[in-house]
């Protein structure tokens, strides 16, 4: 009998013991920050610079360079029209310059002889004059007859195949550079102050699954008369030529002016059963924690925002609060 009671004895002796240990804990001060605020945007990618190319002069297509999609540099040969009634009539005019030209000879010799009025001299030098002006119209025709890419860039649409006659100035080929890009997209008139030319931007593109560093370059003056959201543009440099126009880019920036909140981190916050959430903050003057309901608001990064049941400065516990229960003795470890 007497072994039992100093068993029984002891073992209260221990669980009070193990009551009444400090449990150690790492704290936090609840302090203010400046949260910026975050706009998020979606738009299109489009080329730094993009024309549509056509040909200058009327014809039959008879050679097409590229496909859609594919690169071109500055200076190839994307197209030409069948050259044969331009090159005929270069040739025509190439026959008239050389015989007005053989007749103002002859006849230049008779004016310096003073065997030639002035009147008959000055109607052979205009004509030899327009003769030449047909030669230069004929032989730019005939060279217009093929098309060259402006720039380097990808040949985005092609509107015309070979044997295809087309008529003067008809667009026929859209090319876009693309050593840079740019995103296209439409911001609320409540939100246009808080962007500026020149602001970073952070450009995520799904189709790639990766995010590129950007630069707002353009912001409209107008609204859009449906919408009434201002046009944006960001530039957006293109390493490798992935990013190609016509692809859907989310844009994140941030204001260059914010709210203060007061904030805690995030892995103070516990909830309970019922869904209440609540943090332990600890006395350093009694070494006690105590737990505390608080209302929390938005997430500034790997801190919370805490609308209500704290205020600052307080002793949050960041660490070991699982252990806790109101009252708990603590050990504060730095």
Do not use: W
Request: charged share 20%; with cysteine.
């Amino acid at each position: 009998m007497v072994l039992f009671v100093l068993a029984g004895c002891q073992s209260g002796k221990t669980k009070k013991n193990n009551k009444d240990e400090s449990i150690p804990v790492v704290i936090s001060p609840a302090k203010k920050i400046i949260s910026q605020k975050t706009i998020t945007l979606s738009g299109n990618i489009e080329g730094e610079r993009t024309v549509r190319l056509g040909f200058m002069v009327a014809g039959k297509i008879d050679y097409i360079a590229v496909n859609e999609g594919e690169n071109v540099s500055k200076g190839m040969l994307l197209s030409s029209l069948d050259p044969s009634n331009y090159s005929i009539a270069k040739e025509l005019a190439d026959i008239a310059v050389n015989q007005v030209q053989d007749e103002f000879n002859r006849l230049k010799i008779m004016h310096d002889s003073n065997s030639l009025s002035e009147s008959d001299f000055a109607k052979i030098s205009f004509g030899l004059q327009q003769a030449k002006a047909q030669q230069k119209l004929h032989t730019k025709n005939l060279a217009d007859t093929k098309l060259y890419s402006p720039f380097d860039g990808v040949l985005l649409k092609k509107l015309a195949e070979t044997g295809e006659i087309i008529a003067a100035g008809m667009p026929l080929f859209a090319v876009s550079d693309i050593r840079k890009v740019k995103v296209s997209a439409f911001i609320p008139e409540n939100e246009l102050h808080d962007i500026k030319i020149g602001q970073s931007a952070q450009v995520f593109i799904s189709s790639l699954g990766s995010t590129f560093e950007g630069k707002v370059i353009e912001v409209g003056s107008a609204a859009d008369p449906a919408s009434r959201a201002f046009q944006v543009r960001i530039a957006v440099g293109n390493p490798g030529f992935k990013i190609r126009p016509g692809m859907i880019a989310e844009v994140k920036m941030t204001s260059g002016t914010g709210n203060e909140l007061l904030s805690i981190p995030v892995e103070a916050l516990q909830h309970d059963f019922n869904d209440q959430t609540f943090i332990y903050v600890a006395d350093t003057i009694q070494n006690k924690a105590f737990r505390r309901n608080v209302s929390i608001g938005k997430l500034a990064n790997e801190y919370i925002e805490i609308l209500s049941g704290l205020n600052e400065h307080e002793a949050v516990v960041t660490g070991g609060q699982q252990k806790l229960v109101n009252g708990s003795q603590v050990t504060i470890v730095k």
